[in-house]
């Protein structure tokens, strides 16, 4: 069973940090791209960043500078460090798997909520 598993959401004021972690389970986890993927109330999902088999990294212009995607391929886990956080950061943030291209996810995860406010 594909499982992909995110930790690490919470409520922050502007200016700090997170950590968001995507725990995988069931499929060859370093053949995947992986991607974090965010929505917010009443916005279209936007693709926030992904990292490529082979660790290339890619992020929206609206996080670039700020936010960093790595990958732990021995723990088959993806992670998200959010820094500078935005109130416009605020979203359900899910971790996806592609296998051919991060645009079209194979598995998705539960989703984590980050909230950004004073």
């Known amino acids: 069973e594909v499982q992909l598993v995110e930790s690490g959401g919470g409520l922050v004021q502007p200016g700090e940090s997170l950590r968001l972690s995507c725990a995988a389970s069931?499929?060859?986890?370093?053949?995947?791209?992986m991607s974090w993927v965010r929505q917010a109330p009443g916005k279209q999902r936007e693709l926030v960043a992904f990292?490529?088999?082979?660790?290339?990294?890619t992020y929206a212009d609206s996080v670039s500078g700020r936010f960093t995607i790595a990958r732990d391929n021995t723990k088959d886990t993806v992670f998200l460090q959010m820094n500078s956080l935005k109130p416009e950061d605020t979203a359900v943030y899910y971790c996806?798997?592609?296998?051919?291209?991060?645009?079209?996810?194979?598995?998705w995860g539960q989703g984590t909520q980050v909230t950004v406010s004073s």
């Open positions: 996806a798997a592609a296998r051919t291209s991060p645009s079209a996810p194979n598995y």
């Open positions: 069931g499929f060859t986890f370093s053949s995947y791209y």
């Open positions: 990292i490529s088999s082979g660790a290339i990294t």
